[in-house]
């Protein structure tokens, strides 16, 4: 029998306030073990649509099933009990600033669960090895390049052994090199746990790199879907633009203005 | 009268109608974020090391501002109380002058005060600046709940350390009083401590100093969580925010110690 998707949404739609819709019929299935991609420019809502899926919001219409419930029927335990099998990188780490690296991964271990201080550390050792970080475990965050604090974030979500981790812009303002580590790290973090991971980005060609699908978002739609050698072959007209970096195209270079002609009063001369 | 002036009115009426009910909104928000905070506040008390480490950086860390400002506040009512008692021939009563005032107003006053731009400003930018990075919401993404596990740590820790710090600030402003008056002008010792000891009585005085510190300490703590929590997380957000958190908090003991003294010191205590 084909297992559920560990991700539904069905036909949602969701606005921080009533004038301005963010989502709309919005549709995604993730299915266990694989590595899906939402791409789309700034402001498309993808980062919204991941904050659904972590239940941050509630839709405001259709349904969001995520690791087997609904999210609009969980009160406040349910909702802590489906996130501690749920683990989320945000775009710049977001490390716990006062703590050291090796607190900031034992964080959620310490929270969750009275476990005796050798094995704790054996825990954690684990996780920052899994990064390349355990030599870093005394640094504090300050001490750290933007690459590395992302990867202890990375250790940090992945402290409880989560089925489904959720990046949100996982490369935003790394160097080449972090960049390469950060994709490596996400694929074989997901196949080595036996994970989900769902990648909200705009870095299109190295995230096809690392994908088994992806969904394609713009203005709160979803306008493509497809394995990502089936996008690079699109000749859907804004999947071509983003996957090649056009600078014009369905989303124009020129943001609306009146005609340049006038706008200079070349007319009245 | 015409339309555009009607229209004028309205629009005030309007703005201030909507500036009333937006405090209003705002109260209750914070009410029920208090009552939150204190019904999730079983982590902070069962791991009290949390707390333990709050009261250091709310209490300790503010020690040195709070005695030598009590040795200042102390020495200077010692230097103006004795100008005036003297003339009446009181100047005996010096110690009675310096103990009442820092016990019953000055301690838990200034030392309220000195506390929400010490402590309270540094809680609102903590809070609002681990809201502005994302720390707050990475928290909640763990399953953890942040006001249970960063706020109510801190607001314990300032409702804790605030009394001491008052207790304390009216202590060193007694030795303030000391100085000047008995070793400095040559007021008596003996009368200076004995008069003390008589007319300082520890439930009228001593008591409701330390209501009052109780009070200025909810309410500086509170206010200071809060405004830190509900910052815009931005860096204009989180600087308008400290502002907001010292001054609210420092109207709010004005105004709070206006009520306490009233219902305190009048009608029953016409000693």
Same mark, same amino acid.
């Given at each position: 029998?084909?297992?559920?998707?560990?991700?539904?949404?069905?036909?949602?739609?969701?606005?921080?306030?009533? =004038?301005r819709?963010? *989502?709309?019929?919005?549709?995604?299935?993730?299915?266990?073990?694989?590595?899906?991609?939402?791409?789309g420019q700034s402001g498309c809502?993808?980062?919204? *649509?991941?904050?659904?899926? =972590?239940?941050?919001? *509630?839709?405001?219409?259709?349904?969001?099933?995520?690791?087997?419930?609904?999210?609009?029927?969980?009160?406040?335990?349910?909702?802590?009990?489906?996130?501690?099998?749920?683990?989320?990188?945000?775009?710049?780490? =977001?490390?716990?600033?006062?703590?050291?690296?090796?607190?900031?991964?034992?964080?959620?271990?310490?929270?969750? =669960?009275?476990?005796?201080?050798?094995?704790?550390?054996?825990?954690?050792?684990?996780?920052?090895?899994?990064?390349?970080?355990?030599?870093?475990?005394?640094?504090?965050?300050?001490? *750290?390049?933007?690459?590395?604090?992302?990867?202890?974030?990375?250790?940090?979500?992945?402290?409880?052994?989560?089925?489904?981790?959720?990046?949100?812009?996982?490369?935003?303002?790394?160097?080449?090199?972090?960049?390469?580590?950060?994709?490596?790290?996400?694929?074989?973090?997901?196949?080595?746990?036996?994970?989900?991971?769902?990648?909200?980005?705009h870095?299109v060609?190295?995230?096809?790199?690392?994908?088994?699908?992806?969904?394609f978002m713009a203005a709160g739609r979803?306008i493509?879907?497809?394995?990502?050698?089936?996008?690079?072959?699109?000749d859907e007209p804004f999947v071509n633009q983003f996957v090649n970096g056009r600078p014009d195209g369905p989303v124009p270079f020129h943001y609306p203005a009146p005609e340049y002609g006038a706008d200079l009063e070349l007319a009245a001369a | 009268?015409?339309?555009?002036?009607?229209?004028?009115?309205?629009?005030?009426?309007?703005?201030? #109608?909507?500036?009333?009910?937006?405090?209003?909104?705002?109260?209750?928000?914070?009410?029920?974020?208090?009552?939150?905070?204190?019904?999730?506040?079983?982590?902070?008390?069962?791991?009290?090391?949390?707390?333990?480490?709050?009261? !250091?950086?709310?209490?300790?860390?503010?020690?040195?501002?709070?005695?030598?400002?009590?040795?200042?506040?102390?020495?200077?009512?010692?230097?103006?109380?004795?100008?005036?008692?003297?003339?009446? &021939?009181?100047?005996?009563?010096? &110690?009675?002058?310096?103990?009442?005032?820092?016990?019953?107003?000055?301690?838990?006053?200034?030392?309220?005060?000195?506390?929400?731009?010490?402590?309270?400003?540094?809680?609102?930018?903590?809070?609002?600046?681990?809201?502005?990075?994302?720390?707050?919401?990475?928290?909640?993404?763990?399953?953890?709940?942040?006001?249970?596990?960063?706020?109510?740590?801190?607001?314990? #820790?300032?409702?804790?350390?605030?009394?001491?710090?008052?207790?304390?600030?009216?202590?060193?402003?007694?030795?303030?009083? !000391?100085?000047?008056?008995?070793?400095?002008?040559?007021?008596?010792?003996?009368?200076?401590?004995?008069?003390?000891?008589?007319?300082?009585?520890?439930?009228?005085?001593?008591?409701? #100093?330390?209501?009052?510190?109780?009070?200025?300490?909810?309410?500086?703590?509170?206010?200071?969580?809060?405004? &830190?929590?509900?910052?815009?997380?931005?860096?204009?957000?989180?600087?308008?925010?400290?502002?907001?958190?010292?001054?609210?908090?420092?109207?709010?003991?004005?105004?709070?110690?206006?009520?306490?003294?009233?219902?305190?010191?009048?009608? #029953?205590?016409?000693?």
């Amino acid at each position: 029998m084909r297992q559920s998707p560990i991700v539904e949404i069905d036909r949602i739609s969701f606005g921080y306030d009533a =004038a301005r819709p963010v *989502l709309r019929g919005v549709s995604v299935s993730i299915p266990r073990g694989s590595v899906v991609g939402i791409m789309g420019q700034s402001g498309c809502g993808k980062t919204t *649509l991941l904050r659904i899926i =972590a239940a941050a919001y *509630l839709p405001t219409a259709g349904r969001a099933t995520v690791l087997g419930r609904p999210t609009s029927e969980l009160d406040r335990d349910g909702l802590y009990a489906m996130r501690r099998k749920m683990g989320m990188l945000f775009q710049f780490g =977001a490390l716990f600033t006062d703590l050291s690296v090796y607190e900031n991964v034992a964080f959620p271990l310490r929270e969750h =669960a009275r476990l005796p201080d050798e094995l704790l550390r054996d825990l954690v050792m684990l996780k920052l090895q899994a990064v390349g970080l355990r030599g870093a475990a005394e640094l504090m965050p300050t001490e *750290l390049s933007g690459g590395m604090a992302r990867r202890v974030a990375l250790a940090r979500s992945i402290a409880l052994d989560p089925q489904l981790i959720l990046y949100d812009e996982p490369f935003t303002g790394l160097d080449p090199i972090s960049f390469g580590v950060i994709v490596r790290l996400i694929r074989s973090l997901n196949d080595s746990l036996g994970a989900t991971s769902v990648i909200v980005t705009h870095d299109v060609q190295e995230a096809l790199g690392v994908v088994d699908y992806v969904y394609f978002m713009a203005a709160g739609r979803v306008i493509a879907q497809g394995r990502p050698e089936e996008v690079r072959k699109s000749d859907e007209p804004f999947v071509n633009q983003f996957v090649n970096g056009r600078p014009d195209g369905p989303v124009p270079f020129h943001y609306p203005a009146p005609e340049y002609g006038a706008d200079l009063e070349l007319a009245a001369a | 009268m015409s339309l555009p002036a009607v229209a004028a009115l309205r629009s005030r009426l309007e703005a201030l #109608g909507s500036t009333v009910t937006s405090a209003i909104w705002r109260l209750g928000f914070a009410s029920r974020f208090l009552g939150y905070l204190v019904l999730h506040s079983g982590t902070a008390l069962r791991r009290f090391q949390l707390t333990m480490t709050e009261i !250091y950086f709310a209490g300790v860390l503010s020690l040195i501002i709070i005695l030598v400002s009590g040795l200042f506040v102390g020495m200077v009512l010692a230097l103006q109380g004795y100008q005036t008692l003297q003339r009446y &021939g009181a100047s005996e009563s010096l &110690g009675v002058l310096v103990a009442l005032s820092l016990v019953r107003e000055l301690g838990p006053v200034v030392a309220g005060l000195l506390f929400a731009s010490r402590a309270g400003s540094a809680i609102t930018a903590e809070i609002g600046l681990m809201k502005a990075t994302e720390q707050i919401s990475a928290m909640e993404m763990m399953a953890v709940d942040p006001i249970a596990r960063v706020v109510a740590p801190r607001f314990w #820790g300032g409702v804790i350390s605030m009394p001491l710090l008052a207790a304390l600030f009216s202590g060193m402003g007694v030795f303030g009083g !000391y100085l000047i008056g008995v070793q400095l002008i040559g007021v008596d010792a003996g009368a200076f401590w004995s008069q003390m000891q008589a007319a300082v009585d520890v439930r009228e005085d001593i008591m409701n #100093g330390v209501i009052k510190s109780v009070v200025f300490g909810i309410a500086v703590t509170w206010i200071a969580v809060f405004e &830190g929590y509900d910052a815009v997380p931005t860096a204009e957000g989180v600087s308008r925010a400290t502002t907001r958190t010292v001054v609210t908090s420092s109207l709010a003991i004005l105004a709070l110690d206006f009520i306490l003294t009233a219902l305190m010191f009048t009608g #029953g205590n016409a000693r």
